[in-house]
């Protein structure tokens, strides 16, 4: 079906089909063909086909999509749960503890929330092709996600060509999605892979005394973000990384990547994700004895990755924006909930759970502040997400001018609590921006997050 444009062009004149004007506003037939044409052409008129203003009763249809597939299918589940806690903020009830399980009775500004689910295998074009199936065929007026980092890039790409839709990020946290040309109707309330970095580098260098380091990652965006970000600041505090090893996402047999690991180094930074986290760390304790520490990165050792790893991950630091052990009274409040709603999940949410969580809430108070108004493109909606300060569980969130977050990040360090292994917090920085603090300019002057990124 035809939507309303962006932005009129001049001198063309938006249309609506019939259709679209009944699915959209919920009109019926009161005889004459003519009376509906006039009442579609004053909706036309006065700007309608994108919801209703002032809170009227005709739904929100939001879409959720997240992986149930592939590598990273445990996170998914994780990301569905965090998303539907946020509407039970909202007058919701749990339909069932099953990912593409319901959740009904949420209203916003008297409006009641429709919510839609599809399902990736963190790979962009299956992401793609699901969120165009929320779009073009369920027709959802806000869609959150997606879960990894080239699914954001291409989600960012599609979102420029659905000004009607307005796009809230899951946990996907490539740098570009946001920082380079950036759609204006995608928010990212969650940080991005190289600010989930901030504060590790120095860390390792001052702390424990590590001073050359090889890095192991996953070859595809938000691995380099993460890579990228440890180097720098790394080797800006003096440390030196003397070898970068990329590997295929789903890799099952990691034994000549193992034997390119160099032998003078400090510590290996690892960068993985899921089942390869686990496929990589038993291999590679197998085959070398696992005397070289490791140093992991935000989605190396979540929860159910410390569980299948045992004792062997005690000391292994990391950093992130949300871990297990966090002891402010807005995450005590969260991980109750979240362990009340979903018993049969993780002893503690996860940064999944946490990321869509977030980006829901965000989507559901931008909402409220809105008086539920989703006329035009989503001019007032937009401008309440661009100036929303959300209060989340890790503290104070707010959006730079590329509505990406600025936001808290934690360095952790593997630890035994009453026989549960948790990420202990040993630091927090504050306010973190998407330049680590180094200005737009002279971040954008380094060389990209790729493969081949350089210290300075």
């Given at each position: 079906?035809?939507?309303?444009?962006?932005?009129r062009?001049?001198?063309?004149?938006?249309?609506?089909?019939?259709?679209?004007?009944?699915?959209?506003h919920?009109?019926?037939?009161?005889?004459?063909?003519?009376?509906?044409?006039?009442?579609?052409?004053?909706?036309?008129?006065?700007g309608?086909?994108?919801?209703?203003?002032?809170?009227?009763?005709?739904?929100?249809?939001?879409?959720?999509?997240?992986?149930?597939?592939?590598?990273?299918?445990?996170?998914?589940?994780?990301?569905?749960?965090?998303?539907?806690?946020?509407?039970l903020?909202?007058?919701?009830?749990?339909?069932?503890?099953?990912?593409?399980?319901?959740?009904?009775?949420?209203?916003?500004?008297g409006?009641?929330?429709?919510?839609s689910?599809e399902?990736s295998?963190?790979?962009?074009?299956?992401?793609?092709?699901?969120?165009?199936?929320?779009?073009?065929?369920?027709?959802?007026?806000?869609?959150?996600?997606?879960?990894?980092?080239?699914?954001?890039?291409?989600?960012?790409d599609?979102?420029?060509?659905?000004?009607?839709?307005?796009?809230?990020?899951?946990?996907?946290?490539?740098?570009?999605?946001?920082?380079?040309?950036?759609?204006?109707?995608?928010?990212?309330?969650?940080?991005?892979?190289?600010?989930?970095?901030?504060?590790?580098?120095?860390?390792?260098?001052?702390?424990?005394?590590?001073?050359?380091?090889?890095?192991?990652?996953?070859?595809?965006?938000?691995?380099?973000?993460?890579?990228?970000?440890?180097?720098?600041?790394f080797?800006?505090?003096?440390?030196?990384?003397?070898?970068?090893?990329?590997?295929?996402?789903?890799?099952?047999d990691?034994?000549?990547?193992?034997?390119?690991?160099?032998?003078?180094?400090?510590?290996?930074?690892?960068?993985?994700?899921?089942?390869?986290?686990?496929?990589?760390?038993?291999?590679?304790?197998?085959?070398?004895?696992?005397?070289?520490?490791?140093?992991?990165?935000?989605?190396?050792?979540?929860?159910?990755?410390?569980?299948?790893?045992?004792?062997?991950?005690?000391?292994?630091?990391?950093?992130?924006?949300?871990?297990?052990?966090?002891?402010?009274?807005?995450?005590?409040?969260?991980?109750?909930?979240?362990?009340?709603?979903?018993?049969?999940?993780?002893?503690?949410?996860?940064?999944?759970?946490?990321?869509?969580?977030?980006?829901?809430?965000?989507a559901?108070?931008?909402?409220?502040?809105?008086?539920?108004?989703?006329?035009?493109s989503h001019?007032?909606?937009n401008?309440?997400?661009?100036?929303?300060?959300l209060?989340?569980?890790?503290?104070?969130?707010?959006?730079?001018?590329?509505?990406?977050?600025?936001?808290?990040?934690?360095?952790?360090?593997?630890?035994?609590?009453?026989?549960?292994?948790?990420?202990?917090?040993?630091?927090?920085?504050?306010e973190?921006?998407?330049?680590?603090?180094?200005?737009?300019?002279?971040?954008?002057?380094?060389?990209?997050?790729?493969?081949?990124?350089?210290?300075?």
């Amino acid at each position: 079906m035809q939507k309303v444009s962006w932005e009129r062009e001049p001198g063309k004149e938006e249309t609506l089909t019939q259709s679209e004007t009944h699915r959209r506003h919920g009109w019926v037939r009161t005889g004459a063909i003519l009376a509906l044409a006039a009442v579609a052409a004053f909706a036309v008129a006065c700007g309608g086909g994108g919801g209703q203003e002032g809170g009227g009763e005709e739904p929100v249809k939001i879409g959720l999509l997240a992986t149930l597939d592939g590598p990273f299918a445990a996170f998914g589940e994780e990301a569905y749960r965090g998303a539907k806690l946020a509407l039970l903020e909202h007058g919701g009830k749990l339909e069932g503890t099953a990912p593409r399980d319901g959740v009904s009775g949420a209203e916003v500004a008297g409006r009641p929330i429709e919510l839609s689910y599809e399902s990736s295998d963190g790979t962009p074009d299956v992401a793609l092709e699901a969120m165009r199936r929320l779009v073009e065929q369920e027709g959802v007026d806000i869609a959150v996600g997606p879960l990894s980092g080239d699914e954001g890039l291409a989600i960012k790409d599609y979102a420029k060509t659905q000004p009607d839709v307005t796009f809230l990020n899951g946990t996907s946290a490539a740098v570009q999605t946001t920082l380079e040309d950036p759609a204006p109707n995608f928010f990212r309330f969650t940080t991005d892979g190289a600010q989930w970095m901030a504060g590790l580098g120095p860390y390792v260098y001052e702390e424990l005394g590590y001073r050359r380091v090889a890095t192991l990652a996953e070859d595809y965006s938000y691995p380099y973000s993460q890579v990228g970000a440890f180097q720098l600041q790394f080797c800006d505090a003096g440390g030196e990384v003397t070898e970068k090893i990329w590997v295929p996402l789903g890799t099952k047999d990691y034994a000549s990547f193992i034997q390119q690991i160099p032998e003078d180094i400090d510590a290996l930074y690892v960068a993985l994700g899921g089942s390869d986290t686990v496929n990589f760390v038993k291999q590679y304790d197998e085959f070398t004895g696992g005397e070289v520490p490791i140093i992991a990165g935000s989605s190396t050792i979540d929860q159910s990755t410390l569980q299948q790893l045992g004792d062997r991950m005690v000391g292994v630091p990391s950093a992130a924006p949300v871990g297990g052990a966090l002891d402010t009274e807005g995450w005590k409040e969260f991980a109750d909930a979240y362990t009340e709603n979903f018993p049969d999940a993780l002893p503690a949410p996860s940064l999944f759970a946490w990321g869509y969580y977030v980006n829901m809430k965000a989507a559901l108070q931008g909402l409220a502040e809105a008086e539920g108004d989703l006329s035009g493109s989503h001019e007032t909606y937009n401008e309440a997400l661009s100036n929303l300060t959300l209060e989340s569980p890790t503290g104070p969130i707010k959006l730079d001018e590329n509505r990406q977050a600025i936001a808290p990040n934690y360095v952790f360090e593997v630890a035994k609590r009453d026989g549960t292994l948790v990420n202990e917090p040993v630091k927090k920085i504050d306010e973190v921006d998407q330049t680590l603090g180094l200005g737009v300019e002279e971040y954008r002057s380094l060389a990209p997050y790729e493969r081949d990124f350089t210290c300075r």
